[in-house]
């Protein structure tokens, strides 16, 4: 008898976070980007918030910010809609934007990368929830202080700091968030293994070949053979 083919199996939770990472990043099309928009509706009551990585070994970087005024949000806290959201790469280690003061839910996504060629690869994720949890509720849990910890992220499939607080307040004429890359690195065999194994078994194992390892150069050369995840820490969380 043959061998029944073997069927992918997907987690309803992988499918869910996906389902969700995608939503997230449709309802950019209907909120207010914050990017080189003056607000001029806002003007006389803007908050400058201004972020700052210290990134010594120069990674790649970038911010991912999406939050909702909280009135609307507890008129349907089951649906999370941003009013405003900024997605970009950050130059030079900092990057700063303007916006209306008042209290909001959402997130701050801190994202930092560097590839080693033929090595490997190094990623970090810092994650600050306000007042919303993984799957962008109502978080249950009513935090007096934020608070910063270390986990195996089913989002991201790596491990990240995560950080939570209440609603975001955003009253002060100017507000900062530091942040800097830690030397805590641990390797992410979730990622590392089929990095590793697909481009070998698609250059060796696929068949007769006339050049296996050019296929395997061309997917390891950019990407390296495995793959870590560093620690992002929010420095100034004691201001929060």
């Known amino acids: 008898m043959r061998n029944k083919p073997k069927k992918l199996k997907i987690s309803?939770?992988?499918?869910?976070?996906?389902?969700?990472?995608?939503?997230i990043h449709c309802l950019s099309r209907t909120a207010t980007s914050l990017k080189d928009n003056p607000l001029k509706n806002f003007e006389n009551n803007l908050s400058k918030i201004s972020i700052t990585v210290n990134n010594p070994e120069k990674y790649i970087l970038?911010?991912?910010?999406?939050?909702?005024?909280i009135d609307s949000f507890n008129n349907n806290d089951t649906k999370f809609l941003p009013t405003y959201y900024i997605s970009e790469s950050i130059n030079d280690d900092k990057i700063s934007f303007n916006i209306p003061k008042g209290k909001y839910i959402g997130f701050l996504q801190i994202h930092s990368k560097k590839q080693f060629p033929l090595y490997k690869t190094i990623s970090g994720v810092q994650v600050i929830y306000f007042g919303i949890d993984d799957f962008y509720k109502k978080n249950a849990i009513n935090f007096n202080k934020c608070e910063q910890n270390i986990v195996n992220s089913s989002v991201f499939y790596k491990k990240i700091n995560r950080t939570n607080c209440n609603f975001f307040n955003i009253e002060k004429?100017?507000?900062?968030?530091n942040f800097s890359l830690t030397n805590k690195i641990f390797l992410n065999l979730e990622k590392s293994i089929p990095q590793s194994w697909f481009s070998f078994?698609?250059?060796?194992l696929?068949?007769?070949?006339?050049?296996?390892?050019?296929?395997?150069?061309?997917?390891?050369?950019?990407?390296?053979?495995?793959?870590?995840d560093q620690l992002i820490n929010f420095d100034n969380i004691h201001e929060f």
């Open 62 to 69: 970038s911010i991912d910010f999406y939050i909702q005024d």
């Open 12 to 23: 309803m939770k992988s499918l869910t976070y996906f389902l969700i990472f995608l939503n």
């Open 173 to 177: 004429e100017e507000i900062v968030l």
């Open 201 to 204: 078994s698609y250059a060796f």
């Open 206 to 228: 696929h068949g007769p070949q006339p050049y296996p390892y050019a296929l395997f150069l061309l997917i390891q050369v950019p990407f390296g053979f495995y793959s870590e």
